[in-house]
């Protein structure tokens, strides 16, 4: 299996050296200087045309939203669970506590427990792994929602495709919606993409969304961070929280 898209923390490092030929040598090269590389071609061409350069900036309202960190996907026991998303809560959790002392609204998402089968989900039957469960739609402790947060269940990987969302967003008068959870190339960027289209503010924290795949993530954020969100840091966005009245 190629570096970088394994579901186990150990299998999708990106370090994993895969050998090419090219005439009378062969060469390694890992998966993630791969990308590397191409993230920067990319950015130069985009550099080069001016195009996909701009911020849209911290607005004057914002609202927190904690994608889908529920057991399912924080917990390796279950087949779509991963031990990378350990990270992510470490940076939501201290997030979530300066959002709602300022009183910034906070969006817990999850999915339903399926009363159905669906296909192309984490709940997907995987032999050797915790079967999907109640359980795996519970938010982890780590992460409890408080009192006062609201949680969004949905069935797809928008938070805003068929459920209240934008409703609520709309109603509290909101213009920035700041991003945080999992998964980054799937819930993650949906989110942003649609955030985007109602026209709010999206802005991804870095080190608060994850993925199962290290190349997935790295290029998803690379990739929102040119058309369709800001990527920041905890700092510059804890710091924006506190500067908040």
């Given at each position: 299996?190629p ?15 895969r050998?090419y030929a ?10 993630m ?31 927190l ?7 399912g ?6 087949a779509g669970g991963?031990?990378?998303l ?24 999850t ?12 709940a ?20 409890a929602?408080?009192?006062?947060d ?19 967003l709309?109603?509290?008068?909101i ?5 945080t959870?999992?998964?980054?190339s ?16 999206p ?5 608060a ?17 040119a058309r ?7 700092e ?10």
């Amino acid at each position: 299996m190629p570096a970088g898209i394994g579901w186990e923390a150990g299998r999708m490092s990106g370090r994993q050296r895969r050998p090419y030929a090219r005439p009378g040598k062969e060469f390694t090269v890992d998966g993630m200087t791969m990308l590397k590389a191409a993230m920067a071609e990319v950015d130069a061409y985009y550099r080069e045309r001016g195009i996909f350069q701009g911020r849209f900036g911290f607005g004057m309202r914002p609202a927190l939203i904690i994608i889908d960190m529920a057991y399912g996907w924080t917990d390796p026991a279950y087949a779509g669970g991963s031990s990378r998303l350990d990270a992510a809560i470490a940076a939501i959790h201290p997030l979530a506590e300066c959002a709602r002392a300022k009183q910034v609204p906070v969006f817990f998402t999850t999915s339903p427990y399926p009363d159905r089968p669906r296909l192309k989900t984490a709940a997907d039957p995987s032999p050797g792994f915790r079967p999907w469960d109640a359980r795996a739609c519970r938010i982890d402790d780590r992460l409890a929602p408080q009192p006062g947060d609201d949680l969004i269940v949905k069935e797809h990987a928008s938070a805003f495709v068929g459920t209240p969302l934008l409703g609520h967003l709309l109603a509290a008068r909101i213009d920035t919606l700041i991003i945080t959870g999992c998964s980054t190339s799937a819930c993650v960027r949906a989110t942003a993409t649609d955030a985007k289209s109602y026209e709010f503010r999206p802005i991804i924290v870095r080190e608060a969304v994850q993925d199962r795949c290290a190349i997935a993530h790295e290029w998803t954020l690379f990739d929102i961070q040119a058309r369709f969100a800001d990527v920041v840091s905890l700092e510059e966005t804890m710091a924006y929280f506190s500067g908040l009245p």
